[in-house]
């Protein structure tokens, strides 16, 4: 009997492999689906041309994801020498928030989830607003469709290249825009445009973000913003953060822009 043939050893052999296969269940296949988990958080940026801002989405060619949702759908696409960002809302509380708040267009300077070059739209005169629909919902939403039209103040904007933080009029000569308005199904429409070399890009593929500026959202971003700062509230209760949507309102996009 030579020792290939050794029932001892043939044992051994099989407990060498049992164990590599059970190593490779524990550590390869986990990080496989953890990277599988990790390339769906990320939308890609499509490239698209002939694009109009004009709060109608027909020449995004059907290219928006989520399009089936209830809640909303939402799309980031370059050309170049632009980077654009469409959105649908359909949900009508979110749609308050939207209003309220704005739509966040958020460009990293490089592939990570930073912020970057940002710009916050619609923004209106809040006060008005608020009064206008508490006095009549139903007329107040009307009161809504002459603001996104009419009554805009402009777009928030901060961490571009030569272009000033704070609220940017929407006549401005550095090309950047963006639109909302209620189509005719009710639902809200946006619309956005910015020239690249507006923003100061390390790398040539870059992230960006789209986000409903919620209450959630903003409450996340204050958390996040306090523990990377070292600020801790040991001992100070804290309301439990839950999205009040089904979906998650704010989505990342990647790809190559230059």
């Given at each position: 009997m030579t020792f290939l043939t050794n029932p001892i050893y043939k044992g051994r052999n099989i407990l060498i492999m049992c164990k590599q296969y059970l190593l490779f269940v524990l550590f390869v296949i986990p990080f496989f689906l953890f990277a599988q988990k990790k390339k769906k958080d990320l939308y890609d940026i499509q490239h698209i041309s002939g694009i109009i801002i004009d709060a109608n989405i027909d020449d995004w060619e059907n290219k928006l994801y989520n399009l089936k949702s209830d809640v909303w759908s939402y799309a980031v696409a370059s050309d170049k020498t632009k980077i654009y960002a469409a959105v649908i809302i359909k949900d009508k509380k979110l749609m308050d928030e939207a209003i309220r708040n704005g739509i966040l267009f958020?460009?990293?300077?490089?592939?990570?989830?930073?912020?970057?070059?940002?710009?916050?739209?619609?923004k209106f005169n809040l006060e008005k607003l608020e009064n206008s629909i508490a006095d009549d919902p139903e007329e107040g939403r009307t009161i809504v469709q002459e603001e996104l039209l009419q009554s805009t103040k402009?777009?928030?904007?901060?961490?571009?290249?030569?272009?000033?933080d704070g609220l940017l009029a929407r006549n401005n000569q550095y090309g950047i825009k963006a639109l909302c308005k209620i189509d005719e199904s009710g639902s809200l429409v946006y619309e956005c445009e910015i020239p690249l070399h507006l923003i100061k890009f390390k790398t040539s593929t870059i992230v960006a973000q789209l986000a409903v500026n919620t209450l959630y959202f903003s409450r996340q971003k204050m958390s996040a913003g306090m523990r990377s700062s070292g600020y801790h509230t040991r001992g100070i209760s804290k309301p439990t953060l839950k999205n009040p949507y089904t979906e998650n309102t704010d989505v990342w996009f990647s790809g190559i822009i230059k």
């Open positions: 958020n460009i990293s300077y490089s592939d990570k989830k930073m912020d970057g070059a940002r710009i916050i739209y619609p402009g777009y928030y904007v901060a961490g571009f290249d030569k272009v000033r």
